[in-house]
């Protein structure tokens, strides 16, 4: 029989293909990543990888590829015995952006901790993209996304639609020609990394702008900042503006930028306990709050 625990092992060896990361990730010491990798191959009784320089051997191929199924179904199995036992201990984890995360879950956190003080919530501040990723595989138990698109194995549930502006001055001369400012318009956007900035790239041509440079930054509250200092136009989602007081640069509304959805993900077929659906009841919530 083999180890679950000599599988994981094996497992962010094959990912790190280095035995001090890998002991520093799983929180072990070298040599027992190493006695863990000569325990499986004694009980496989095949090599399962070449030291130098490091490669999977095919037998390791082979392992590798069953191994990550079982631990991964594992882990799902696990989510869904919690919910079915309704959780009220544990640990509930969330995956959503910083954006998202900061304007919509904030209340429904502090609700969620009076009616579950048993259950310690873990946020990951992740990408649209990396929350999908870790909810596939069971290591978040609910993402928060944007403009996700209904995919084996995830089911995307929309909360609103999205829609797009503009903050910052002069917009509207640099689409007329009639700006003073000699250089070039700046679009301050986020980086290539994101989901919204794949959207935004295709309508970006809709401003009919005929030249500009772009800026990139890490968040939309960031590209807030930006604009409000005056280094550019920072094209962001409406609802990021809510929250935000005595805005000084103009807000302008983009109604030929395609909407895009907000919502959650889950696994098809999950189990969801009575925490997430009043988790999710609380969200929604405060998004009906912050359209009023």
Known sequence: M?????????????????????????????????????QLEQSTRVK?????????????????????????ELQVCQADLNAINDLCQGTLTIAASDIISRLLLISPFQSFKKMFPGIDLSLLNTTSSQAAELVKSAKADLGFVMAQKESQPLHFTELQQVRWCALGDGLQAWQ??????????????????????????????????????????????????????????????????????????????????PTTSLGYIVRQNQVLSRAIKQLLHWVSEEIVQAQK
């Open 2 to 38: 083999l180890d679950l625990n000599w599988l994981n092992t094996f497992v962010v060896l094959a990912r790190l293909e280095h035995f001090g990361k890998t002991a520093n990730a799983l929180h072990m010491t070298q040599p027992n990543v190493s006695l863990h990798l000569k």
């Open 48 to 72: 399962l990888i070449e030291r130098n320089p490091f490669r999977l051997t095919q037998a390791g191929e082979r392992l590798l590829e069953s191994a990550q199924n079982t631990l991964m």
């Open 176 to 257: 007329q020609g009639l700006a003073t400012n000699q250089e070039e318009p700046t679009l301050i956007l986020l980086g290539h990394d994101t989901r919204t900035r794949d959207l935004l790239d295709l309508a970006l041509p809709t401003l009919n702008l005929p030249t500009y440079r772009i800026m990139e930054v890490g968040s939309v509250d960031a590209q807030i900042d930006w604009a409000e200092a005056g280094f550019g136009v920072a094209i962001v989602p409406e609802f990021s503006l809510h929250p935000k007081l005595n805005l000084k640069t103009t807000i302008t509304p983009l109604p030929q930028f």
